[in-house]
């Protein structure tokens, strides 16, 4: 499944390391170590399109018009508590993008998200904002953190997974049709728990080591 929409982010290196991710055996520090490298890799994709601005400069040699960046600090926010796995490679692209964390956990029963933390840059109106959570499973925390952002302005969001379900981005995209996703892969389905199949398991556990 892919629109215009959904960047499904075929490039070799993203491929291969998503694959050693999805390995059983994989250890806790193989595990954050190529989820920060992939996250620096879907950085790259995910800013490819921003805006720039020419500024004048001058080289050693000459002065010169010469691109930039335009407009204010971007924003990285990462959904707590996996998608903090991506905030140190994305930050080594952009070391002084402002960071809006959102805090939302996954009822058990209801697969619902909870709200339990939001603290973002006051100002979202005119900033790009990367919303980052590895799994897009169900789509229930992607669009609640959507909504929260939205709530506080923003309006240039996108968002970055490594692993998304089609369930999980049908809602999105109906719910959030303005806000592109960029993923490494779209798998076949999730489980009765919620789970994508054949996906990597928890994507928060098997970074912190908490099983
Ligand atoms: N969250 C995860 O960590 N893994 C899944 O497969 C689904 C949601």
Request: glycine share 10%; charged share 25%; hydrophobic share 45%.
């Given at each position: 499944m892919t629109n215009s929409h959904v960047h499904v982010v075929d490039h070799p290196l993203v491929?291969?390391?998503?694959?050693?991710?999805?390995?059983?055996d994989r250890s806790t520090k193989g595990f954050r170590e190529l989820l920060n490298e992939i996250g620096m890799l879907l950085a790259y994709e995910v800013t490819r399109d921003l805006p720039i601005e020419w500024v004048d400069i001058e080289t050693p040699i000459a002065p010169m018009k010469?691109?930039?960046?335009?407009?204010?600090?971007l924003t990285l926010a990462p959904i707590l508590r996996a998608?903090?796995?991506?905030?140190?490679?994305?930050?080594?692209?952009m070391p002084s993008a402002r960071i809006a964390h959102i805090g939302l956990y996954r009822d058990p029963n209801t697969l619902q998200a909870v709200e339990y933390y939001f603290k973002a840059p006051?100002?979202?109106?005119?900033?790009?904002?990367?919303?980052?959570?590895?799994?897009?499973?169900?789509?229930?925390s992607a669009c609640a953190?959507?909504?929260?952002?939205?709530?506080?302005?923003?309006?240039?969001?996108?968002?970055?997974?490594?692993?998304?379900?089609?369930?999980?981005?049908?809602?999105?995209?109906?719910?959030?049709?303005?806000?592109?996703?960029?993923?490494a892969a779209i798998?076949?389905?999730?489980?009765?728990?919620?789970?994508?199949?054949?996906?990597?398991?928890?994507?928060?556990?098997?970074?912190?080591?908490?099983?």
């Open positions: 491929q291969h390391k998503l694959t050693l991710m999805r390995e059983r010469a691109p930039k960046i335009a407009g204010k600090k998608g903090v796995g991506f905030l140190d490679g994305m930050l080594a692209l006051q100002d979202l109106t005119d900033r790009t904002v990367i919303l980052m959570d590895p799994m897009l499973a169900t789509g229930n953190a959507a909504e929260l952002l939205k709530a506080r302005g923003a309006r240039d969001i996108r968002f970055v997974c490594l692993l998304a379900a089609p369930e999980g981005v049908a809602k999105f995209t109906s719910e959030h049709p303005d806000i592109p996703i960029w993923t798998d076949e389905k999730l489980n009765d728990h919620a789970y994508i199949v054949p996906g990597l398991g928890d994507a928060g556990d098997r970074m912190f080591g908490t099983k």
